[in-house]
């Protein structure tokens, strides 16, 4: 009867995470209030307390916490809050790099150069990431422009160590999440606000973190189904 009893706490915390974050989906484009921040903290907190209670790699349960507490401050407008949030999401990320590293496979890094989707994508990377860094610099605020340099590396080196493991869905949900944050990225600094596919593009951000931390939890925790 306990295992039967768990198996549905775990189906019921993921099922409502997942709920938040669809109800979020509509709300995303809505002015900031503590209601809309409930919602969008949610979704991810219950990632965290699932990661919590299927005894998760602790390394994992610290990252998604502190993606909730970035998804608290990022609910709010304003360059404090973004200054926040970006903190919360680096150190999350520092969090993830070193989860990677205690799975990677037996190749490491030397297997991103032997060839193969690896090298693709690790050269994909390796070309995209200071690209991006170039382009949204003198659009960056001098306040704001260590930290996203910091961070645009830190997603570099997340979604290099990610492709040193063998879970194919902690690949595919970090490279979601680094897409979620270089569309952020462009919506916050580089496209006009009166721009009309800013809608698609909030969307999408938020389709594409949700969906990549989901995954990369899903990746090392597995609810009894």
């Known amino acids: 009867?306990?295992?039967?009893?768990?198996?549905?706490?775990?189906?019921?915390?993921?099922?409502?995470?997942?709920?938040?974050?669809?109800l979020y989906l509509f709300q995303v484009r809505s002015s900031p209030s503590y209601s809309r921040t409930l919602v969008k903290t949610s979704s991810t907190a219950l990632l965290f307390y699932l990661?919590?209670?299927?005894?998760?790699?602790?390394?994992?349960?610290?990252?998604?916490?502190?993606s909730a507490l970035g998804d608290a401050f990022l609910a709010w407008d304003g360059d404090l809050a973004f200054l926040c949030g970006l903190s919360s999401f680096l150190v999350a990320r520092v969090l993830y790099i070193l989860l990677f590293l205690q799975q990677q496979h037996a190749a490491g890094f030397q297997g991103l150069s032997e060839g193969g989707w690896r090298t693709a994508m690790a050269g994909g990377l390796?070309?995209?990431?200071?690209?991006?860094?170039?382009?949204?610099?003198?659009?960056?605020?001098?306040?704001?422009?260590v930290p996203v340099l910091v961070y645009s590396l830190t997603i570099c080196v997340v979604d290099l160590t990610a492709?040193?493991?063998?879970?194919?869905?902690?690949?595919?949900g970090a490279a979601m999440f680094t897409a979620s944050d270089s569309i952020l990225a462009a919506d916050k600094f580089l496209v006009p606000e009166t721009e009309g596919y800013r809608d698609w593009m909030q969307r999408a951000v938020w389709?594409?973190?949700?969906?990549?931390?989901?995954?990369?939890?899903?990746?090392?925790?597995?609810?009894a189904w």
């Open 1 to 22: 009867m306990s295992s039967d009893t768990d198996a549905s706490l775990d189906k019921t915390v993921l099922a409502v995470s997942f709920a938040s974050a669809v």
């Open 51 to 66: 990661s919590h209670l299927l005894g998760g790699p602790q390394f994992l349960t610290g990252a998604l916490a502190l």
């Open 126 to 145: 390796v070309v995209l990431v200071p690209v991006m860094i170039a382009t949204l610099m003198p659009k960056v605020g001098n306040a704001l422009r």
């Open 163 to 172: 492709l040193t493991l063998e879970n194919g869905r902690v690949i595919v």
């Open 207 to 223: 389709v594409l973190y949700y969906g990549g931390q989901a995954l990369i939890t899903l990746g090392f925790v597995e609810p």
